[in-house]
């Protein structure tokens, strides 16, 4: 079964066709990047299988289950976690405090609350968890405003983490960081385990390569190319629109 | 790898922090009737326990979630109306008249948070300041029910056929214990995993519902939480006027409730006692002197707002703060 299946999906505001009949299949352990020049209706897409906007036409399935439609903390329950492009974080609290609220949301409910009643250390244990798996640990205590950019990114993940997602989508992880920090964002989604599946979308074409296993390629509302990195890679169509080769090469 | 600082995010201590001064301040004013407080300070006192009440309420969605109410008093109106109405027309007697009243309270904000959680910001602001014009005028106009414009003289309450809270010492008592217990609940409520949920709300909403929680239901159980308490202080103002007039679901109302809320510092859980006991001392203080006193209090809230956006108690913590870094 399909982690994503995204059937005939458009998107309009007024005129303007944002999106136009896309298909896009992700399979269960994937690491897909959506990739296109601006405009080419990334964001769109991502948000659209985020629940954070409504699509005009088409249908999304996670995992079999249709969730056109759904609201972002609904998709969540479905196993799906996202990061945004612009850091969305609890600038007021501690790093402790951010992840704490992101893994206390699987502890809701009389059920969790008996749950974490009866063990009181769980959340702690998975806050730590966390917070060793984006290696931001030693820094728990700081305030999110007196953090580096880097590490804002990187909370920024754990977040998303914090849910234990089937499946991440990762909107531009690695967007304004350093080469350094970019380094090391890589390292750590690539220590990530391969059965979370991911979808990314990057302008970063060095990143989208290390990353992606598949790579989705937009223009102007559409799918222009669809395949491994080599296929994308060798792609002339995705040279011209997308990597300029065409206009190099002229 | 193992980290090398892991810093729980609260101490521990912190309840035991602030529980220990506020059980001694509720000492000394339970002991104050017995070592002769004068009966106009215990009045104070009351008025002042009321309406921290109110404005603790309203905290609960201005300070914790973020939603500024310009209808807060509306809930306050209601619950001491529906005292009045049910002490009028069927019982006085409090073990009817208490629970109903509040009951009936959050059975009204049922529908007026699902409503106006839906919007946010401005919007919010409007749609309960609506409402509580709404309340005004069905308190004004309709005569039959709530008295209209003369108000709605309340009867002498019972327990159990017995009268009860007759006298200022008994009605300050009582007070004081219903304060307390409401004051522990809601801190309870916001300092549980719940009360953190609605502080992340306040800070990211658009986060929260990315990390899985429903927001909504959040926002409305923080309304109702918050209508619920609002009806207990106006369950005590009606109790201790024995008299309910359509001022007290007044905009205006809910709007001095603000002011004490943001003086004290929204941010505080105690905060709103500290506003609403500034506000009230210096109401009764200036009123004395001159009718302006609403004058002083603008310009005290205007030199607030601008110097120390978390109001008083959020300016005597960053004095404290300093002179605990300054000390080697």
Redesign the interface.
Known sequence: MTAIRVDDLSKSYGHFSALASVNLTVEPGERRAVIGPNGAGKSTLFNII?GQRLPTSGDIYVYGTKTTGL???AM??HGL??T?QRN???????V??NV???C?????GWAGFAA?RSNVSAL?RDI?DV??QVKL?????AQVTNLAYGAQRQLEVA??L??KPKILLLDEPTAGMSPAETEAMLSMLSRLPRDITMLIVEHDMDVVFSIADAITVLNLGEVLADGSRDEIRANEDVGAVYMGRQRREA | MTAEVITPRRAGSYPIRIGIPFAVVMLLLAIGPLVGLPKFLQSLVVEILTFSLLALSLNVLLGYTGLVSLGHAAFFGVGGYALGIIASRFTPDIAITLPAAIAATVLLAIPVGWLSIRLSGFYFLMITFAFAQMVFVAAFRWKRLTGGSDGLIIPAPTLFGVPVLQGSQQFYFFTLAVFAICCVAMFAVVHSQFGRTLVGIRENTARMRAIGYNVRRYKLAAFLIGAAFSGVAGVLNALFNLFIAPESAHWTQSALVLVMVLIGGAGFFVGPIVGTAIVIALQYWLSSYTEYWGLVLGLLFIVLISGAREGVTGLLVQIYRRSHRATP
């Open positions: 985020a609201r972002p903390d969540w329950t976690s996202r945004f969305q974080l609890f600038k007021n609290l501690t402790w405090e704490e609220l992101a206390a949301a699987r502890y809701r974490r702690e730590v917070l060793e640990a030693h820094i728990s205590s977040l998303a914090a849910g």
